[in-house]
């Protein structure tokens, strides 16, 4: 390769592709979601006694039952790429599979409260606040759902010989599902808490 073409003298970040490529992901889904809160807070303000009331629809303790949740997968999560990175593949298959089957208990806990709000005649046309409600906790759940998938994929290759070798697809994927469980510590309190709960 002549000199002219050379690209040695590229600085290089250390950082890579695939992470740097998820983090630019993360940063164009955290703008997703900010338009989302900006425009129920504005909203909120306005609706004040109709917001409320809707409010105190939510089951704040399904709600409660999925941070749990959330703030355990991400623990697991963690310690499922400790391991691999330590060469552990039968402890990353357990964290893992934690990791998974938390994610299968936040669904199964969010389609319950969907089916629960559908038994009562409540849709995401009822009122503004529904709208919200539906497409932000909607959203998120298809974040969910869209990050076990390739978990799914990295336990299975894990049962092979050799187990699955690739700690820096994990830390991507856990970047992306530690992202997850952050959106969700925002939507639990503006959807189920700041409002006084009316029976």
Not at 19 to 26: D, Q
Not at 150 to 177: A, D, H
Request: contains cysteine; glycine residues 8%; positive net charge.
């Amino acid at each position: 390769m002549s000199a002219g073409l050379s690209l040695a003298h590229e600085p290089n970040s250390g950082v890579p592709h695939g992470k740097l490529a998820m983090w630019i992901f993360l940063a164009s889904e955290i703008m997703f979601f900010s338009g989302f809160f900006g425009a129920f807070i504005v909203l909120r303000n306005s609706n004040i006694e109709m917001f409320s009331h809707s409010a105190g629809e939510l089951n704040s303790y399904y709600a409660l039952l999925n941070t749990a949740v959330l703030i355990g997968s991400s623990l697991t999560m963690a310690l499922s790429i400790l391991n691999l990175q330590r060469g552990n593949n039968k402890n990353f298959q357990l964290f893992l599979g934690l990791t998974i089957v938390c994610g299968f208990i936040f669904l199964i806990v969010k389609t319950i409260e969907y089916s629960t709000k559908f038994s009562h005649g409540i849709y995401p046309s009822t009122n503004v606040f529904f709208a919200f409600y539906f497409t932000m906790t909607g959203f998120h759940a298809l974040h969910v759902i869209l990050g076990m998938i390739p978990m799914v994929f990295m336990l299975i290759k894990s049962y092979n010989r050799g187990g699955y070798n690739k700690p820096v697809k994990v830390e991507t994927l856990g970047l992306s599902w530690h992202f997850v469980d952050l959106v969700w510590i925002f939507l639990f309190p503006i959807l189920y808490l700041i409002f006084p709960a009316h029976h």
